[in-house]
């Protein structure tokens, strides 16, 4: 008995072979998709991000030249002594 044991025991697991590998090659596609799929993720955010504090640094410097435009012509106004 024990020598059918051992001739039926490497039997199984060469015919069960096939079946794992193909589950860690399913697992391995699996998980080089979701991390394709993160990365593409992280970089669409850090392009948001980034296109976020580019408005926001434009927003900022048209309204710095829009106040120091308005303080402009108000200093020349009373320095000229207009009162339109």
Do not use: C
Request: glycine share 10%; no cysteine.
């Amino acid at each position: 008995m024990n020598k059918t044991t051992f001739l039926i025991l490497p039997l199984v697991l060469a015919a069960l072979s096939p079946l794992a590998h193909a589950s860690v090659a399913e697992g391995a596609h699996e998980f080089k998709e979701d991390v394709k799929s993160a990365g593409r993720q992280t970089g669409h955010a850090a392009r948001d991000a980034a296109h976020a504090i580019g408005q926001g640094a434009k927003s900022a410097g048209h309204a710095v030249a829009d106040t120091s435009k308005r303080g402009y012509h108000a200093t020349k106004k009373w320095i000229s002594g207009d009162s339109e």
